[in-house]
């Protein structure tokens, strides 16, 4: 079977969604339900995970026991608030390890500020935790962070809710041809087909929240996403056939006509 593996675990969906931005839990739960998704991630400053007592709770709504949780750095614009977002959701989580690194430049663009990305992500990896690493779409910074020993890359399409869709395939392709561990496209992705582009790239998998969780129907949408997702993996292994510019085929055999 052909599955995603990231920090020596296996999974099954190619596609991690977010747990903001839905109008309430039960609407989150059947979306993330539709889409197949076994990653979630959730902002530890926006999302009750337990640390309000007496709150409704993520936790209720999508088990730990069913989803892998990727806590995430959602709202942090240095090193240290990174830092200490995710020793805070370690804590909230029972010691989990896997989390998503990002340190945000300005809350106009939300693009990565790739030298405290840097920095945060040497003092987690020492600290003992597994990080993907949301980042520009830089293949040298891409590969600065394998270095340091994140276990996935998560460069962006385009800006973080914008929902405009992977701008720059040539970069990513850079980063997937260089980088061994896997390539995760984070933000930008507007609906099924740039998560299709992505996956026919090459990408290992896609993570997206406002495109589902923003959409007039994020239930059916989230059901889109997953069929893009599985299409664009199996066209990406099948192999597309070359482009031919100024060059016509038939799609027919031309011999063996009748009446020739």
């Known amino acids: 079977m052909d599955q ?16 903001g931005k839905y109008k309430d839990f039960d609407e989150t739960r059947l979306a993330v339900e539709a889409s197949g998704a076994e990653i979630v ?6 999302t009750n995970i337990g640390q309000e007592a007496g709150q409704p709770s993520l936790l209720d709504a999508l088990p730990p026991s069913k989803y892998t949780y990727l806590p995430n ?3 942090c614009y240095t090193a240290d608030d990174a830092i200490r977002t995710l020793r805070l959701a370690r804590e909230l989580l029972d010691g989990h390890s896997l989390v998503k690194l990002e340190v945000l430049g300005d809350p106009q663009s939300l693009y990565p500020n790739v030298v405290e990305t840097i920095k945060a992500a040497e003092v987690l990896i020492k600290d003992g935790f597994q990080v993907m690493v949301y980042t520009s779409d830089d293949p040298i910074i891409a590969r600065q962070l394998e270095d340091i020993g994140c276990v996935a890359i998560m460069p962006l399409a385009s800006l973080i809710g ?28 507007g609906t099924a087909s740039d998560a ?4 026919e790239l090459g990408c290992d998998a896609v993570l997206m929240n406002t495109a589902i969780a923003g959409s007039q129907n994020p239930v059916l949408m989230a059901e889109a996403m997953r069929q893009a997702v599985d ?30």
Not at 41 to 46: E, F, L, Q
Not at 164 to 189: E, S, T
Not at 196 to 199: E, K, L, V
Not at 239 to 257: C, Q
């Open 196 to 199: 299709a582009i992505a996956m």
């Open 162 to 189: 914008s929902g405009m869709g992977i701008l720059n395939p040539w970069n990513l392709q850079i980063i997937i041809d260089r980088i061994k561990v896997p390539v995760v496209v984070d933000a930008g992705v």
């Open 41 to 46: 991630t959730v902002a530890i400053r926006r």
């Open 231 to 260: 299409a664009g993996r199996k066209a990406y292994l099948a192999g597309r056939m070359p482009k031919k510019i100024y060059t016509a085929s038939p799609s027919s055999p031309t011999s063996g006509l009748i009446g020739s």
């Open 73 to 75: 750095t959602a709202g």
């Open 4 to 19: 995603l593996v990231i920090a020596g675990k296996a999974y099954s969906s190619r596609l991690l969604v977010g747990t």
